[in-house]
């Protein structure tokens, strides 16, 4: 069975109607080019919160179809880095074409009539020389070959001096013709590739000269008609969220999510998405041309190269081997991309349908059953998506509010102090879990309470992201029916001494004290949520036991206050700066300082007066080692002394016996005072190791 292949070209323009491109030229005759109303219309609408939108076009071709997408040009470089095309009737992608982006100077000067200076009519027909044109000038009509504009100087009449005159020279076959170019109507040319150029000249003058847009050219190549899908993102207004709580006996949310159509396409029945997050989103120039900058070279005139011989490689044989080896391990050539062939619109790389979790969906309440619902998915971790269930129309350049969750919702009604907020009063509020199921975008927040039977707006309110199961925190007015205080008491400073196995520990503490004191004038009970700066993790929280909330800047207290009643909060926290020192190496000094210590125990102050004794009696030995090896070292120099006098003298004169005797002397006092170096340097070691070991199983507070 055989399909007959059609060639279709359609230009889908953001304008509703068809936009007429022409060219009014009187000489060249150009005809307007008319481009057709969109066939792909759009069907598909994600906002994110980067600041782009991904749009989804969908529709049916026939055969070889080409569809023309108008673009501002300030999209154009969003759209060549974001597009995806996807043909489902297995058809193939053709390549993407769009009008240049080239200077309009640099794109005139490729055609062989250069426009790009704008020039006059007698300057192009300069240009013309050597073109064979018809010329009508006044009632005379002349075929022939254009040969250049030339100004002559004329004198006028009755002495009046002289004038310049433009003259268009022909030579025709009766020979040089010269016409006043001011009574040169229409110059025809004959040549039809030189008129085709000129008109191709004029063609990009007029694109140059719309600037706001920008053709891009799809082409599908197929068989039949079948399904094809083009998606792109472009710069979009950020969608906004605002919401409407409402307090009393069964509190509820509703959020509304507001979008802008700033394009000039109608959104007509799309499916919309709204994705919160933080994508990473940027802008980068693939629209405009690079070219690199080349030396210019000059000719080179060189004499004739002499034969040559060359020695064989001896390397040939091995680098053989090398090359099959090489192709044996190459990998095998990549298929084909499924973009580039044709495929289903599964693969489409922008499809936002719910990609990895689908939350629950919301239980709309009775009063907005017939509202706008929607359900939830995580796209990944860093961002969060909420489809609406029915399709969407926002007429171009138009703004719409479209409710996206209405539920239920956990409120607890408090006030909430904080000193650098409001010093004298604490602000009304309310704790919110989010238990609606989908993700919170963050934005204002209109509350009302239904209390007491009444219906009233209370106040506005701010809510950051607050993912499901969430609690969060907000505040809409002053509670002017309690009175605040807070008393800040100067740090109070203690000390603590220890010693652990070796080593003693002090221990400076300042003591922060905080008290909040809250007087409820109102008729019911109060609760207040007290946020106290919270000052780093080497802060320990002394009073209350343990806080409530904790965040990044505050811990956080809740304060139950009675009606018509005080009640006082008193916060204290302990910041410990500990110094560690060795007992076996430091300064002895410093050792006997800490006894003086008023805050130091008893304990740890008899410990330490052991400790000193003991390293007193290992420094008093040290001492007398150290006295014993000063006698040796003096006796030495001594005996050094003598020795070198008793060279000089005959070994049987009276003064050589004397120092004889007298180094008989000093070696039985060098042998004594070896003795005693040994017995007290054994009594010091044992000392020092007595000590080690005590330390060593020492402990005292």
């Known amino acids: 069975m055989s399909h007959k292949r059609n060639r279709r070209s359609r230009t889908i323009s953001p304008r509703p109607a068809s936009i007429v491109l022409a060219i009014a030229l009187s000489t060249a005759g150009i005809p307007g080019v008319t481009l057709a109303d969109a066939n792909l219309p759009i069907s598909r609408v994600t906002l994110y919160t980067s600041g782009v939108g991904y749009f989804e076009r969908a529709g049916s071709v026939d055969g070889d179809s080409t569809e023309t997408l108008?673009?501002?040009?300030?999209?154009?470089?969003?759209?060549?880095?974001?597009?995806?095309?996807?043909?489902?009737?297995?058809?193939?992608?053709?390549?993407?074409?769009?009008?240049?982006?080239?200077?309009?100077?640099?794109?005139?000067?490729?055609?062989?009539?250069?426009?790009?200076?704008?020039?006059?009519?007698?300057?192009?027909?300069?240009?013309?020389?050597?073109?064979?044109?018809?010329?009508?000038?006044?009632?005379?009509?002349?075929?022939?070959?254009?040969?250049?504009?030339?100004?002559?100087?004329?004198?006028?009449?009755?002495?009046?001096?002289?004038?310049?005159?433009?003259?268009?020279?022909?030579?025709?076959?009766?020979?040089?013709?010269?016409?006043?170019?001011?009574?040169?109507?229409?110059?025809?040319?004959?040549?039809?590739?030189?008129?085709?150029?000129?008109?191709?000249?004029?063609?990009?003058?007029?694109?140059?000269?719309?600037?706001?847009k920008r053709p891009v050219k799809l082409s599908f190549s197929g068989n039949g008609k079948r399904k094809v899908m083009v998606g792109y993102l472009t710069p979009t207004p950020l969608w906004q969220t605002t919401y409407r709580l409402v307090l009393g006996a069964k509190p509820m949310m509703q959020g509304w999510a507001l979008v802008q159509n700033t394009s000039q396409d109608d959104w007509d029945n799309v499916s919309l998405n709204l994705v919160s997050g933080r994508p990473i989103s940027f802008i980068q120039d693939l629209y405009t041309p690079l070219y690199v900058p080349r030396p210019t070279v000059q000719a080179r005139v060189a004499e004739g190269a002499a034969p040559q011989t060359y020695n064989s490689n001896m390397l040939a044989a091995k680098d053989a081997e090398a090359d099959e080896s090489r192709q044996a391990s190459a990998p095998e050539a990549m298929p084909a991309s499924p973009v580039a062939t044709g495929g289903g619109f599964g693969g489409a790389a922008f499809y936002n349908g719910p990609a990895q979790k689908t939350a629950a969906r919301m239980d709309a309440l009775a009063a907005v059953q017939g509202s706008i619902a929607s359900t939830g998915a995580k796209l990944g971790t860093s961002l969060f998506s909420y489809n609406i269930k029915i399709p969407v129309s926002v007429p171009r350049q138009q703004s719409a509010m479209i409710p996206f969750v209405s539920a239920a919702i956990d409120a607890q009604s408090v006030s909430i102090y904080n000193q650098g907020v409001q010093s004298d009063h604490p602000l009304a509020g309310a704790r919110l879990k989010n238990n609606t199921g989908l993700h919170l975008m963050g934005g204002p927040l209109t509350v009302f309470d239904t209390g007491d039977g009444g219906n009233a707006y209370v106040g506005d309110a701010l809510i950051d992201d607050t993912e499901p199961g969430q609690t969060r925190l907000i505040s809409y007015a002053v509670d002017l029916a309690v009175d605040a205080t807070r008393e800040d008491d100067q740090a109070q400073a203690s000390r603590t001494l220890i010693i652990d196995r070796g080593t003693l520990i002090v221990t400076n503490k300042e003591m922060y004290k905080t008290t909040y004191t809250f007087k409820n004038h109102a008729d019911k009970a109060r609760t207040v949520v007290v946020e106290d700066p919270y000052r780093g993790d080497d802060y320990k929280l002394v009073e209350p036991a343990k806080v409530d909330e904790h965040t990044a800047e505050y811990n956080r207290f809740d304060v139950?206050?009675?009606?018509?009643?005080?009640?006082?909060?008193?916060?204290?926290?302990?910041?410990?700066?500990?110094?560690?020192?060795?007992?076996?190496?430091?300064?002895?000094?410093?050792?006997?300082?800490?006894?003086?210590?008023?805050?130091?125990?008893?304990?740890?102050?008899?410990?330490?007066?052991?400790?000193?004794?003991?390293?007193?009696?290992?420094?008093?030995?040290?001492?007398?080692?150290?006295?014993?090896?000063?006698?040796?070292n003096a006796i030495a120099q001594g005996q050094e002394r003598i020795r070198n006098n008793m060279k000089a003298l005959d070994h049987s004169s009276a003064l050589y016996k004397r120092y004889v005797s007298e180094l008989n002397d000093q070696e039985t006092k060098i042998d004594g005072l070896h003795t005693e170096v040994d017995r007290l340097t054994h009594e010091r070691d044992n000392a020092q190791a007595d000590l080690s070991a005590h330390l060593s199983k020492l402990s005292a507070n």
């Open 70 to 212: 108008l673009f501002p040009v300030d999209q154009v470089n969003d759209v060549l880095k974001s597009m995806v095309l996807l043909d489902s009737g297995g058809g193939s992608i053709q390549p993407v074409t769009y009008a240049a982006q080239d200077p309009l100077q640099k794109q005139l000067s490729g055609f062989s009539v250069d426009l790009g200076d704008n020039p006059s009519r007698g300057a192009l027909l300069n240009r013309l020389r050597g073109a064979d044109a018809t010329v009508v000038a006044g009632t005379q009509t002349l075929t022939g070959t254009i040969v250049g504009v030339e100004t002559r100087t004329i004198n006028l009449p009755n002495n009046g001096g002289t004038t310049t005159e433009e003259m268009l020279n022909v030579m025709a076959q009766d020979g040089l013709h010269s016409l006043p170019l001011a009574e040169v109507g229409t110059v025809s040319l004959m040549d039809p590739a030189l008129n085709q150029e000129l008109r191709e000249a004029l063609s990009v003058v007029a694109h140059g000269r719309d600037a706001s």
């Open 560 to 632: 139950d206050v009675p009606a018509g009643k005080s009640k006082q909060l008193v916060v204290k926290e302990e910041h410990p700066e500990s110094t560690q020192y060795g007992l076996v190496d430091t300064d002895l000094g410093t050792i006997v300082n800490f006894c003086t210590y008023g805050d130091i125990t008893a304990d740890v102050k008899a410990a330490l007066q052991d400790i000193i004794a003991r390293r007193q009696k290992i420094a008093d030995l040290q001492k007398q080692i150290d006295n014993r090896n000063a006698d040796l």
